[in-house]
T-cell receptor, first 113, second 114 residues
Framework: GAVVSQHPSWVICKSGTSVKIECRSL??????MFWYRQFPKQSLMLMAT?????????EQGVEKDKFLINHASLTLSTLTVTSAHPEDSSFYIC?????????FGPGTRLLVL | GDSVTQMEGPVTLSEEAFLTINCTYT??????LFWYVQYPGEGLQLLLK?????DKGSNKGFEATYRKETTSFHLEKGSVQVSDSAVYFC?????????????FGAGTILRVKS
């Protein structure tokens, strides 16, 4: 089946630094990937839709300059949290679309101190 | 806007017990409905889906029926196993296969004891 990986699985960083999270489709090519954020005991919230070779589409309320998305190849999308602050601490999950279905990565837990 | 509400967990059951996880939704159109499952350390996996009213999705002994009149999509299983312990997410999408924006519920933790 379609497999999506994320790296790193968890990261701790200091406030003010930037953190990059990678999302890879391992056995298929994905022109579209999605980035979600999940707070404890809350829903996964779609942050943005990442399209290979073009700009990402951000959901209302998501700062595009804060959460930089790059989808430079058909198997890789990256999310960079710039100048991270403690309120950015969360669980970030990506998915990749294959034949109309989304396949999810295992998530990345970010803790900003 | 569209939203999904599911019962809070954790739900703790003994092996072979009957499972129900409630899910209700609010949507402006006619969405497709999904249940996803997340096992420890893994990504969300599609468990089952239904694309129109009265459809029943089923997989691995789990079932859910799309009830338009009650805007519900409750997940059921007649006899749970320890291996069913996971987090279950109810979701909706305007896309039949869920390939576009998914709106998720908060997730329900299921713990099955032997």
């Amino acid at each position: 089946g379609a497999v999506v990986s994320q790296h790193p699985s968890w990261v701790i960083c200091k406030s003010g630094t930037s953190v990059k999270i990678e999302c890879r489709s391992l056995d298929f090519q994905a022109t579209t990937m999605f980035w979600y954020r999940q707070f404890p005991k809350q829903s996964l919230m779609l942050m943005a839709t990442s399209n290979e070779g073009s700009k990402a589409t951000y959901e209302q309320g998501v700062e595009k300059d804060k959460f930089l998305i790059n989808h430079a190849s058909l198997t890789l999308s990256t999310l960079t949290v710039t100048s991270a602050h403690p309120e950015d601490s969360s669980f970030y999950i990506c998915s990749a679309r294959d034949s109309g279905t989304q396949y999810f990565g295992p998530g990345t837990r970010l803790l900003v101190l | 806007g569209d939203s999904v509400t599911q019962m809070e967990g954790p739900v703790t059951l003994s092996e072979e017990a009957f499972l129900t996880i409630n899910c209700t939704y609010t949507a402006t159109g006619y969405p497709s409905l999904f249940w996803y499952v997340q096992y420890p350390g893994e990504g969300l996996q599609l468990l089952l889906k239904a694309t129109k009213a009265d459809d029943k999705g089923s997989n691995k002994g789990f079932e859910a029926t799309y009830r338009k009149e009650t805007t519900s999509f409750h997940l059921e299983k007649g006899s749970v196993q320890v291996s069913d312990s996971a987090v279950y997410f109810c979701a909706l999408s305007v896309s039949p296969e869920g390939g576009n924006k998914l709106v998720f519920g908060a997730g329900t933790i299921l713990r099955v004891k032997s």
